[in-house]
C-alpha cells in the first residue's frame, strides 16, 4: 500500500509536558506502521522503561540528545544519542527515553506494527481534560496496547 500524507491533516497531541506529532497514522499504512514525532523540552521523560510485546520501535534522533534507558535480559544501559543517531528496539525489549539535557529535543518514533500511537491520543485525551496522568494511568494505558513497564 503506497500512502502519501501532507502535513496538514497531522495530529498535534499532548502528552504530559511533550508534544507529539501524528505523522503516519497505521490507517495510512493498512496496519504496517506508524511514525510519530516527539518534541521534548529540557529535562523531560519521554517514557519510562516499558516493555512492547507486540510490536517493535525505532527511534531517530533530529535535534538535541536524548538518553535511552535500555533493559535487556536484567541488564540496564544508558545511552545518549545524539542528532541522526538511531535505537532500534525489537518486542520483549525494555527501554525508555527522556531529555536529560538542558535543550529541546526532537526524535522519531517508529511502530511496526501500527497502533501504539492510539496510547498516546489517549494520553492526551486524559492531559486535555485536565488530569496529568499517573504513573498507575499510565500502565493501565499501556496495557491496552500489549506493552507492560520494564
Known sequence: MTAIVHPAPLEHLRV???EVLVRLRGEDTGGALSVVEFTLPAGSMGATP??????SEEFVVIDGDVTFDLVDGGHAEAAI??????????PGVGHGFRNASGAPARLIGLFRPAGYEQYFRDVHEMVTAGHMPTAEDLDRLRAKYDTTPA
Do not use: D, K, W
Not at 81 to 90: E, I, L, N, Y
Open 16 to 18: 504530559g509536558t511533550n
Open 50 to 55: 516499558h516493555i512492547h510485546h507486540g510490536h
Open 81 to 90: 544519542v545524539g542528532a541522526g543517531g538511531t535505537v532500534t528496539v525489537p
